[in-house]
């Protein structure tokens, strides 16, 4: 079973929806969260964090985090053709708290005009 | 956030021949660095945690001899891959974090192509 997982998608919206990226992780010890958006052939830059469960709003961006049930999202609002991408979540924290960032396989998001 | 600088941004190199990779972080003094490589169409894999003045720790199934790290300041780790060879061909990426510093910030890669 892997440690973090996402849906590979493709995720296609339309653009101006709302695009909703999900992953979920094994290690119940995990206490931080990571979302990275990384373009093609590009390194992954940095999104949000999140640390406690509930919400955090950054702009157009939600992340959302629910530790009794193990879930990561993130919600793009008024989503861009410019937010199409491959999106990492990416937790840390668990088993050992080697400071290892445990990556999801990533999620691709179309933003279709 | 941190930034990190890598350099070479791309190199070509014949089969067989060494590489060296600077991951350099320019405002944050990273007492711990990671390497990463990343093939076509999958995801990040860790490949050793590089830790200033002391051995860098491998991943599973990671060669460290044939990859060969050295964090000797707080600002520099360098990545060396030996003797290369095609299938060596890849996106490394370092980053910074670890330690008191929750959050990785990433280099922007070095594509690195074995002929």
């Known amino acids: 079973q892997k440690e973090v997982e996402q849906n590979s998608g493709p995720l296609s919206v339309p653009e101006g929806a709302i695009a909703s990226l999900n992953c979920t992780y094994s290690d119940r010890g995990s206490q931080s969260f990571f979302w990275y958006r990384q373009y093609s052939g590009k390194s992954p830059e940095l999104i949000m964090s999140i640390y406690s469960n509930g919400d955090k709003e950054d702009g157009r961006f939600t992340a959302q985090l629910n530790k009794a049930s193990q879930y990561v999202s993130l919600l793009i609002r008024d989503s861009q053709p410019s937010d199409s991408a491959t999106y990492l979540c990416?937790?840390?924290?668990?088993?050992?708290?080697?400071?290892?960032?445990?990556f999801g396989q990533g999620t691709t998001l179309q933003v279709k005009p | 956030g941190a930034v990190v600088s890598q350099h070479p941004s791309r190199v070509i190199c014949k089969s067989g021949t060494s590489v060296k990779i600077e991951c350099r972080s320019l405002d944050f003094q990273a007492t711990t660095m990671f390497w990463y490589r990343q093939f076509p169409k999958q995801s990040l894999m860790l490949m050793a945690t590089?830790?200033?003045?002391?051995?860098?720790?491998?991943e599973q199934g990671v060669e460290k001899d044939k990859f060969l790290i050295n964090h000797a300041s707080l600002t520099l780790s360098t990545l060396t891959v030996t003797s290369a060879h095609p299938e060596d061909s890849s996106f490394y990426i370092c980053s910074t974090g670890g330690g008191h510093t929750d959050t990785q910030y990433f280099g922007p890669g070095t594509r690195l192509t074995v002929l």
């Open positions: 990416a937790g840390k924290g668990g088993s050992g708290n080697t400071g290892k960032l445990i």
């Open positions: 590089s830790n200033e003045g002391s051995k860098a720790t491998y």
